[in-house]
């Protein structure tokens, strides 16, 4: 059993940046795969990007490629989104999600989620 909270969401101008984290419970967060997905208002929930459990694999969907970095640091059971040059079609519920086995993109391959947290990017 996996326990997400994420945390770091808030309101920035566009063109800003915003570090999101994801903080896990549970001593067998290293072998998991993780994955940051989002949902806006009316739209269903799509990938943003995922993480191996080494972190020596990471994927991103295009809209977030060259603006997002994820990272991971299992010592401190998180993982973390890095998201620079906001724009605001990027406002949405950020959450992050943990599944066993190989990364993927599609959301209802991962058995955990978190409760998500809000991203507003104004323009």
């Known amino acids: 059993q996996v326990q997400l909270v994420e945390s770091g969401g808030g309101l920035v101008q566009a063109g800003g940046s915003l570090r999101l984290s994801c903080a896990a419970s549970?001593?067998?967060?290293?072998?998991?795969?993780m994955g940051w997905f989002r949902q806006a208002p009316g739209k269903e929930r799509e990938f943003v990007a995922a993480i191996s459990w080494s972190g020596g694999r990471t994927s991103y969907a295009d809209s977030a490629k060259d603006r997002f970095t994820i990272s991971r640091d299992n010592a401190k059971n998180t993982v973390y989104l890095q998201m620079n040059s906001l724009k605001p079609e990027d406002t949405a519920v950020y959450y992050c999600?943990?599944?066993?086995?190989?990364?993927?993109?599609?959301?209802?391959?991962?058995?955990?989620w978190g409760q998500g947290t809000q991203v507003t990017v104004s323009s």
């Open positions: 999600a943990a599944k066993a086995g190989v990364a993927t993109m599609l959301a209802r391959f991962y058995d955990y």
């Open positions: 549970g001593r067998t967060f290293s072998s998991y795969t």
